[in-house]
């Protein structure tokens, strides 16, 4: 029978696992069947619209007019210049908004992100290739940087700039990639919950932790205008009561209990594997488990007396629910291959 719930269930799992200098993987469940996609998809979305990152707005280049003009002695275009620059990923030092940076290179020379450096900026691509000038040419050139989200056309920074630049497309999203698969998990014998596992890239600019963060204070954000006019109440979280060491002993796998072969077949055969779960078993539901025999049921009610939680124990609601999901979450996680089996001995 499916079990009749009257909320939604609250995920309580989250992993983060760097991938990389600049990857890393979030992992987040167990989420009710459809609400991980409720999540991760809105929220894929803010990490490309809301991350904030900085981009070239603007550039001026002495003796050129627009930007499909060429330059002498400037092995690119004018064009393909500018391609190249907002390859180049940016960072401004202090809280500022915008800086305008001035360069002046010599031939011969090839010129790339490091050669770009500025007390008042960080470049993030150093080797990023910009131009290659001959021994007779000077570039002299002004660039705009700008602190922004998402993508803006080049028309709407038309207006931002001066009237002797060229407005340039600005994309400020420091993130390239940010993707999510959704898998199924387990919980309480039910298989349809779900976990969302995301893998977030970004160019330097921030590190992918922080475009994440950010993701979930912007979601908070654009959902708090709800919370004053119709009176919203903020779920909170139970905190789980501390754990007590003596609880240790109610994880313990029940082979090591020195079962005789014959009980500890009739527990297997039940998936019941830790000692926490025959102490939370009431002596009716042990009597009820299929071809458990007196003996058997002597057996196990005496070593759950001396370990200290006899069958049947007491325990809060609080600690129920703590020992109900602990005992799932070592479940979950022993190895597939690993063998729960106890060898056959004298014991019946």
Request: hydrophobic share 40%.
């Amino acid at each position: 029978m499916k079990k009749i719930n009257t909320a939604a269930y609250m995920p309580s799992e989250i992993e983060v696992e760097n991938i990389s200098e600049d990857t890393i993987k979030v992992i987040a469940y167990p989420f009710q069947s459809g609400f991980a996609v409720t999540l991760a998809h809105p929220l894929r979305r803010l990490l490309f619209g809301s991350t904030v990152g900085f981009a070239p707005i603007a550039v001026k280049i002495d003796g050129v007019t627009h930007e499909f003009d060429s330059m002498r002695g400037m092995l690119e275009d004018v064009a393909l210049f500018i391609i190249n620059l907002k390859k180049i990923r940016f960072k401004i030092k202090d809280d500022v908004g915008r800086v305008e940076l001035k360069y002046s290179f010599q031939g011969p020379k090839e010129i790339t992100g490091k050669d770009l450096e500025h007390e008042d900026i960080e470049i993030v691509t150093k080797d990023a290739y910009l131009a290659t000038i001959n021994e007779d040419a000077n570039l002299e050139f002004s660039v705009v940087i700008e602190k922004g989200i998402g993508y803006v056309p080049s028309e709407d920074i038309r207006e931002e700039i001066p009237q002797d630049y060229i407005a340039l497309d600005a994309f400020f999203t420091p993130v390239k990639k940010a993707v999510y698969e959704i898998e199924n998990v387990l919980v309480e014998d039910n298989p349809n919950y779900e976990k969302v596992i995301f893998t977030i890239s970004t160019d330097g600019q921030i590190e992918p932790i922080d475009a994440f963060k950010n993701s979930i204070e912007a979601m908070n954000g654009q959902m708090s205008v709800f919370n004053g006019v119709f009176d919203i109440e903020v779920i909170q979280k139970e905190e789980e009561p501390s754990e007590d060491p003596e609880y240790e002993k109610l994880f313990t796998p029940i082979e090591e209990l020195n079962l005789s072969a014959r009980s500890f077949n009739c527990l297997d055969r039940e998936n019941i594997r830790l000692v926490g779960e025959i102490s939370l078993m009431s002596e009716a539901d042990l009597k009820g488990l299929k071809n458990l025999g007196k003996k058997s049921l002597d057996e196990i009610k005496s070593i759950a007396q001396d370990i200290g939680y006899p069958v049947g124990s007491e325990f809060s609601n609080e600690d129920i629910a703590y020992l109900t999901k602990k005992i799932e979450q070592i479940k979950q996680q022993r190895p597939k291959d690993k063998k729960w089996d106890i060898s056959m001995d004298t014991k019946s």
